[in-house]
């Protein structure tokens, strides 16, 4: 990503241009609301690098003024705040209505480097009760809203299309999880929160008209190229479609689970969006669930590439009368397929430091993810360590092979791999670097998030500031960093991480 080019003077928290673009909708789309204040705001953390994405002085974030803003005690000057109404599948199972049931939308603001709006939405997640909030107390804690914060920017840094966040604020009061927690807000940053539930809500309503405003308005301001087609709600759902697999292919490449997939959290422009209980590979598993309320593991690991394509048929049936033809619908659905594993061979290939496409690559990349998942090999240090391996010489991968309880079968891949990187006359320094570039030694692994949770549920902020600071450069060696990179310690195995947030 290039460094935003910011305004100068940079603004200021009430020097903002905020619009609301969303609030031009019809008011059927939305509810307009004020937040819910909360009592004595303080900051937990911000991003520099999203306040730079909109020109922000990241002196601001630290004021008083910020602080209120973004907790929805103040009004920042020309904010509309609303909440959207969406419907969504859950689980496999159509939900019917859901909408922002605590997040609300404050406007837009300007984002030169962001196409191709060229503005950023922000919207408060945890803000108070909405009409969509049905049971829930419009809130959300701490520690979901500190994994969220630091998860959106940690993947953001891994180069993997996601919401942004600018920053979480706290409260002392009280919130009724499992158990009593203390309220949060967190800031998100996106061109646009519209999710394919977003498009179902009017399909499974019967209001065409109203899905085609939301439609109208989804090309025109993220993708106006579309405009002039012959079918532009065709392309809409070709691109959504191409764009949701490449994502996932993404996540597949990094190890990162979603947790739960349901089409209320696909997002429109292909974002991983409304991060909950995800997780990142650790031991690898192909089945591992990481949330823990999933108990048939529709949303595990091996399953995410499926579900995505399952996602975009949602929404392929929801734009079914826009495009006016089953066989044009399908057509546009069958991308999904060839555009996933097209990204994902050339992800796995970038990790395996490979830079020819060989005939039986495939069997080399099969076989790989065979012995990672008998031995349970930790996934990230596996592929960081993967790049000091030299063929022919044994010592250089000591340390890769002690991962392997089966280490026969390391040996007998390495052999292979190794030929297969003289095949191509691949120079060991130099595909090191570029490994290096593209295998993150550091990810945000649940014990860290854990262990900067339980400091900030003291007070101690220092910690999630410290973690996000090491995620910003999650292909850096930063040598004084290193213990963030350690495997899980033995106290992780019992992390759950369930819905409740
Ligand atoms: P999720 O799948 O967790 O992203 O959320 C599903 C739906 O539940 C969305 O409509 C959310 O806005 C809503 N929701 C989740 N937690 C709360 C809460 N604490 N208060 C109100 N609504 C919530
Ligand atoms: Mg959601």
């Known amino acids: 990503?290039?460094?935003?080019?910011?305004?100068?003077?940079?603004?200021?928290?009430?020097?903002?241009?905020?619009?609301?673009?969303f609030a031009a909708l019809p008011p059927a789309?939305?509810?307009?609301?004020?937040?819910?204040?909360?009592?004595?705001?303080?900051?937990?953390?911000?991003?520099?690098?999203?306040?730079?994405?909109?020109?922000?002085?990241?002196?601001?974030?630290?004021?008083?003024?910020?602080?209120?803003?973004?907790?929805?005690?103040?009004?920042?000057?020309?904010?509309k705040p609303l909440s959207a109404v969406y419907s969504g599948h859950q689980f496999g199972v159509w939900a019917g209505q859901l909408g922002d049931g605590r997040a609300i939308l404050l406007g837009d603001v300007p984002a030169p480097e962001v196409e191709p709006s060229g503005r950023l939405e922000l919207q408060l997640k945890g803000a108070g009760l909405t009409p969509y909030s049905r049971?829930?107390?419009g809130r959300a804690v701490l520690r979901s809203s500190i994994r969220e914060f630091l998860c959106s920017e940690a993947m953001a840094a891994l180069g993997i299309p996601t919401t942004r966040a600018l920053c979480v604020t706290g409260s002392d009061q009280l919130v009724m999880r499992e158990q009593a927690e203390t309220a949060a807000v967190t800031t998100r940053v996106a061109q646009s929160f519209v999710r394919f539930g977003s498009f179902e809500h009017w399909f499974y309503n019967e209001k065409h008209e109203e899905l085609k405003v939301l439609a109208d308005y989804v090309i025109d301001r993220f993708y106006p190229w579309f405009r002039a087609s012959a079918n532009p709600y065709k392309d809409l759902l070709t691109e959504v479609t191409l764009r949701t697999a490449h994502m996932i292919a993404h996540w597949q490449a990094v190890g990162f689970m979603h947790g739960v997939m349901n089409t209320d959290n696909m997002s429109i422009l292909g974002l991983t969006l409304d991060y909950g209980p995800f997780g990142f590979m650790e031991a690898f598993n192909t089945t591992h669930i990481c949330n823990h309320t999933d108990q048939q593991g529709r949303y595990s690991y091996a399953r995410q590439p499926q579900i995505g394509e399952w996602n975009c048929y949602a929404l392929g049936q929801a734009?079914?009368?826009l495009i006016g033809d089953v066989e044009?619908?399908?057509?546009?659905?069958?991308?999904?397929?060839?555009?996933?594993?097209?990204?994902?061979?050339?992800?796995?290939?970038?990790?395996l430091g490979l830079k020819t496409r060989q005939s039986d690559d495939r069997q080399l990349i099969d076989g790989l993810f065979g012995i990672l998942q008998d031995s349970h090999v930790d996934f990230t240090t596996f592929f960081r360590q993967l790049g000091n391996l030299q063929p022919g010489n044994s010592d250089s991968h000591e340390d890769l092979r002690d991962l392997f309880i089966d280490r026969a079968a390391f040996d007998a891949w390495a052999l292979q791999y190794g030929a297969r990187l003289q095949q191509e006359n691949s120079i060991d320094?130099?595909?090191?670097?570029?490994?290096?570039?593209?295998?993150?030694?550091?990810?945000?692994r649940n014990y860290l998030a854990q262990i900067a949770i339980e400091k900030a549920q003291n007070k101690d902020?220092?910690?999630?500031?410290?973690?996000?600071?090491?995620?910003?450069?999650?292909?850096?060696?930063?040598?004084?960093?290193?213990?963030?990179?350690?495997?899980p310690p033995d106290w992780a195995n019992d992390l759950e991480v369930s819905c409740s947030s």
């Open 135 to 137: 049971m829930g107390d």
């Open 1 to 21: 990503m290039n460094a935003p080019k910011p305004p100068y003077p940079l603004y200021r928290t009430d020097t903002l241009p905020l619009e609301n673009s």
């Open 29 to 79: 789309h939305y509810t307009a609301l004020m937040p819910t204040p909360l009592p004595d705001p303080y900051l937990v953390c911000a991003s520099a690098s999203t306040a730079a994405l909109i020109g922000l002085d990241f002196a601001e974030t630290s004021t008083e003024s910020f602080i209120e803003a973004f907790t929805g005690n103040r009004l920042l000057p020309e904010s």
């Open 319 to 321: 734009l079914l009368p």
């Open 429 to 444: 320094g130099e595909r090191k670097l570029a490994m290096d570039a593209v295998n993150p030694k550091y990810i945000l």
């Open 328 to 351: 044009e619908t399908q057509a546009a659905l069958r991308i999904y397929k060839p555009a996933y594993s097209e990204k994902f061979e050339e992800l796995m290939h970038a990790k």
């Open 461 to 487: 902020y220092s910690e999630v500031s410290k973690l996000l600071q090491v995620l910003e450069k999650p292909f850096d060696e930063q040598p004084e960093n290193e213990k963030y990179a350690a495997l």
